[in-house]
Structures are given as structure tokens and as C-alpha cells.
């Protein structure tokens, strides 16, 4: 048997997390290891209670440790505004600017018939309901500019359509972006999108 099965087991599960290959995951073990009491221990604990406490807010999707998220229960996010997203990483990620403050929906994904992923694989029949209960006045999709993103973001649109405003996010060139640097998509996107100033 060897004598670093232990350790081993734990690069391999380290080097599936993602960003993370078979030679980041032996770093980030070994610095863990070096740094037993300051990172390693803690890092187990807090681990611990993580994988017994997570859970998925039964409203909107988000991941919490309790079964409605602080975000839906917030009075101050009660303003009638819900961003639709794919993914909590997409939620954190719109939290991080700290523009929206309204509520939020996580899909759990876009519709693909490759995959066979259809509306009732995702939140929208979710979603749907909390129009109808919530007193929205204006759902905003925030969907990936992917075919799968913009597919979800028609469909929804269709499903909500005459019930409530629905927006998009601007999609273009980015804040300190080159002209030069960009996709063609996303010349074009913006051009389309322009304002007056």
C-alpha cells in the first residue's frame, strides 16, 4: 500500500475542479500541506459544513445555506426587477459590479436540443410562476451571447411576452475594449445597439 494514497486521492480530486490540471492541483496540495494549520485545516472544516449546509434556494436558484436565499427575502430587492442568468457564477459575477439591485433567477442552464435540455429541465416553469405571483414589472435577460443563450432568452421572451417589460443587456463593445481586438459578432452587435449621444 502506499504511503501517499491519501494525498494522492486528493490531487486527483483537486485536478477535477475547474482551472485546475494534474500539476496545479499537486501545487495546490502541496502549498495546502505546508501550510497544514493555516490553510489545510481550516479549509477541511469549512468543507465540511459547506457539503452538509449548501442548498439551492428553493425561489430563485441561487446557492445558500438556508432554503429561501438572503437575496429573494431582502425587502430592499422587492422593486419588481428580476435578472435572468444561466448559473450562480453568472449571479455572483453580476453581484460583483453592484449595479443591480433587484432579484435574480438562475436557470440552471440554456435550452439545447443537443442535449435534451427543454423548458421543464430548467427553472422557467419557476420563473414563470413568480411573474404571475411576485408582482414583476420587468424581467431582464441576462443570458449568455451564445446560440443556447439567445435560444433561451427567445423562448422566454415568447412565454412572457405582453405580460411584463422584458429587456436584454446591451451586448457590444466592452469598456476599454479596441475595436481592433474584437470578435466580428460583437462589432456588429454593438453597431446595432448604438445610441444617440
Same mark, same amino acid.
Given at each position: 500500500? &502506499? ?27 502541496? @502549498? =495546502?500541506?505546508?501550510?497544514?494549520? =493555516? *490553510? ?17 434556494? *428553493? ?11 438572503? $437575496? ?13 442568468? #444561466? ?9 460583483? &459590479?453592484?449595479?443591480?439591485? /433587484?432579484? !435574480? @433567477?438562475? *436557470? /440552471?442552464?440554456? $435550452? ?8 421543464? #429541465? ?5 420563473? =414563470?410562476? +413568480?411573474?404571475?405571483?411576485? #408582482? ?12 443556447? /443563450?439567445? %435560444? %433561451?432568452? @427567445? !423562448? ?8 411584463? $417589460?422584458?429587456? &436584454? ?11 481592433? !481586438? =474584437? ?10 445597439? +448604438?445610441?444617440?449621444?
Amino acid at each position: 500500500m &502506499s504511503s501517499t494514497k491519501d494525498i494522492d486521492a486528493l490531487i486527483d480530486l483537486m485536478a477535477k475542479m475547474p482551472g485546475l490540471g494534474p500539476r496545479s492541483a499537486r501545487r495546490a496540495v502541496l @502549498h =495546502l500541506i505546508r501550510k497544514r494549520s =493555516l *490553510l489545510l485545516t481550516p479549509l477541511a472544516d469549512i468543507m465540511q459544513v459547506v457539503a452538509e449546509t449548501a442548498r439551492e434556494c *428553493l425561489n430563485c436558484g441561487n446557492v445558500g445555506t438556508t432554503d429561501v436565499c438572503d $437575496l429573494c427575502t431582502s425587502n430592499e430587492r422587492a422593486n419588481g426587477e428580476i435578472c435572468v442568468i #444561466e448559473s450562480v457564477a453568472d449571479l455572483w459575477a453580476m453581484e460583483r &459590479s453592484n449595479v443591480f439591485k /433587484g432579484r !435574480y @433567477h438562475v *436557470l /440552471g442552464g440554456t $435550452l439545447s436540443a443537443l442535449d435534451a435540455v427543454g423548458p421543464q #429541465e430548467l427553472r422557467i416553469p419557476r420563473l =414563470l410562476d +413568480r411573474v404571475e405571483t411576485e #408582482e414583476v414589472t420587468e424581467v431582464i435577460l441576462a443570458l449568455n451571447a451564445t446560440i443556447d /443563450g439567445q %435560444t %433561451t432568452a @427567445h !423562448y422566454i421572451a415568447d412565454q412572457l411576452e405582453g405580460r411584463v $417589460l422584458l429587456t &436584454s443587456l446591451a451586448q457590444g463593445v466592452p469598456i476599454g475594449g479596441e475595436l481592433d !481586438y =474584437l470578435d466580428d459578432g460583437t462589432i456588429s452587435a454593438a453597431l446595432r445597439a +448604438r445610441k444617440s449621444l
